[in-house]
């Protein structure tokens, strides 16, 4: 209920700044408008609609959001799939690079944004289920040949240093696409510290100050306003807690680039039409990834959202980046 009303009141704020801004312009434009007629629009009007990009093609910011959300609509049966052909299976190696930067400890609780089919929760899961392992392993041998004083301790304190449950919050706007992440779950037996949440992530549906760390692994370019996507993740992230993002980004080599365009502008769409039957949805990624900010100008970014120690490492020479920063 609180995170309901939280989201209400913040929808209300934007909508009175775009009233604002939109009462500015007609006050400034009043020269151009028509009083009179019911045909007549004002400047006002017009700049209320706000164009961005789908791909290389321009459209409206309304548009924009309905074609992404179609586009993982209908790819959504065939997206692992298809990020295993059009990687070569090269994505399991990034997503793994992104844990190990993560090392979540157990206790964690990971809000993964555009988590869709639910990849980094299924490895933050396991991860955090190896490291209770090993600290179990740990604690055994160290409790080999205890003193009495340890026993005495250990038994006195057994409770209260149980640590609390790890938890993994998959966040997608997309049903389609969680609906798939939810069927994997149930295929690998996965269900305990995992839930489900549709949401945006420009308006998320969590209360401030509450993860631990905040993931969003090849979505936040599908975001239209990014920076808005980025003030989200500052607020729902506790004091501490860590943003962690793996997109696609500027290829620095440039015969690696030259390569990397050839095959990303004629094979990827061909495989999109052959495995998942949608030429189009695939041409948009292709475009989308190139009109992405590179690594320095998203990393400026996340430092003018709020965040500190912002820093990021390439993969593949480039063709993949992740960037994190904390919330102080």
Known sequence: MAASMRLLVRR???????????????????????????????????????????????????????????????????????????????????????????HPQPGARLLDVAGGTGDIAFRFLDYIRFQQDRQKRRATRSMQTPSWQDISINYSTEDDNEPRESSAVVCDINKEMLKVGKQKAESMGVSSGLSWVVGDAEELPFDDDQFDIYTIAFGIRNVT????????????????????????????????????????????????????????????????????????????MIEDTGFYCVHYHNFTGGVVALHSGFKL
Request: aromatic residues 10%.
């Open 225 to 300: 306003h990014i920076d808005q996507a980025l003030q989200e993740a500052l607020r729902v992230l506790k004091p501490g807690g860590r943003f962690m993002c793996l997109e696609f980004s500027k290829v620095t080599n440039p015969v690696l680039a030259r390569l990397y365009d050839a095959y990303s502008f004629q094979m990827i769409p061909v495989l999109g039409e052959v495995i998942a039957g949608d030429w189009k949805s695939y041409q948009y990624l292709v475009e989308s990834i190139r009109k992405f900010p590179d690594q320095e100008e998203f990393k400026h």
């Open 12 to 102: 209300v704020i934007r909508l009175s700044h775009r009233n604002v801004n939109a009462s500015s312009v007609g006050v400034a434009g009043r020269l151009g408008c028509c009083w009179t007629g019911s045909s007549c629009r004002c400047l006002s009007d017009a700049a209320e609609e706000r164009n961005t990009h789908f791909g290389y093609e321009t459209v409206s910011e309304a548009e924009k959001a309905k074609r992404v959300y179609k586009v993982f609509e209908n790819v959504a049966q065939k997206y692992d799939v298809m990020n295993d052909a059009m990687s070569l299976g090269i994505h399991r190696l990034w997503k793994d690079k992104l844990l190990h930067a993560m």
